[in-house]
């Protein structure tokens, strides 16, 4: 299993209704092959500078990399992503077994 | 529901004993009372240089809160935390309703 997560700031100049239209584009990654356990969340600690969080579950890499090179989600970094995204970090986790 | 969850990295003289030795004090946080869902993972992604994560979730903010101030994470941050680790970020979510 990789949880696919990043967190996010939008532009300042995003308003309300093109958060809304981002947030639109962001449901429609669900229905990339693959996509599991897809959650949309506020960023709510005061220890850094991102608004939200988007996560994601894959079953391997492989559908993984399929996901990242699928048209869809080539469009919505494109078309959304780069548009209205400010700053970013993404941070991809695995189970530890220790 | 709030998501507590927080990346790092080790300092590098940490060995692979005083990797397992911190690893046994983080399991130890999830006998705080209000913690759900503590995971210990791995960070994959060579988008950023964190090597490790936990996430846990808390029914509420005053959970939350009681969990910092509990004296085991106390504990834990300035006997194992501090000493141990060089760089984290903090993240936090509650679930968005967009």
Redesign the interface.
Known sequence: M??HTV?FKLKDQVDSLG??AF?NAVKELTAIPGVQKF???????P??N?D??LSMEFENAELYEQYNNHPSHVHFVQEHWIKSVQDF????????V?
Chains 1, 2 share one sequence.
Do not use: A, T, W
């Not at 959650?39 to 709510?44: H, L, V």
């Not at 970090?89 to 530890?96: A, C, N, S, T």
């Open positions: 990789i949880r967190v958060e809304q947030f959650e949309c969340m506020k960023q709510i600690s220890k850094n991102f939200f969080g970090l993404e941070i991809d986790y695995e189970p530890l220790n």
